[in-house]
């Protein structure tokens, strides 16, 4: 399985981004898929998960903010970042192919990409 992360940047407190996950090697549509973020000296920690069915779940922290999105035809999933916080400066990481059960995400059994620098500052 292969994952590849794209998208991030530097914006301004306030502003978008739109994150891309594309994988190969996989039944993507079968597959539940996350976005995970690691700040400096931080954990990495659960961003957003979309499963086969597309029922999402996100962190409360992205709530209101955040969409997590999937086009299987593309193989792709989607992470529209939109009125970004300083506290949202961190590397973006896609699991692929985790477990979803009992609500929760289970990255283990997934496979990481290399993530991608999201940095918001004024």
């Known amino acids: 399985v292969q994952v590849v992360e794209s998208g991030g940047g530097s914006v301004q407190p306030g502003g978008s981004l739109r994150l891309s996950c594309a994988a190969s090697?996989?039944?993507?549509?079968?597959?539940?898929i996350a976005w995970y973020h690691q700040a400096p000296g931080k954990q990495r920690e659960l961003v957003a998960v979309?499963?086969?069915?597309?029922?999402?779940k996100y962190a409360d922290s992205v709530k209101g903010r955040f969409t997590i999105s999937r086009d299987n035809a593309k193989s792709t999933v989607y992470l529209q970042m939109n009125s970004l916080k300083p506290e949202d400066t961190a590397v973006y990481y896609c699991?692929?192919?985790?477990?979803?059960?009992?609500?929760?995400?289970?990255?283990?059994?997934?496979?990481w990409g290399q993530g991608t620098q999201v940095t918001v500052s004024s």
């Open positions: 090697g996989i039944i993507f549509a079968d597959n539940a």
């Open positions: 979309i499963i086969s069915s597309g029922r999402k």
């Open positions: 699991n692929v192919g985790g477990r979803y059960f009992n609500e929760r995400y289970d990255h283990d059994f997934g496979s």
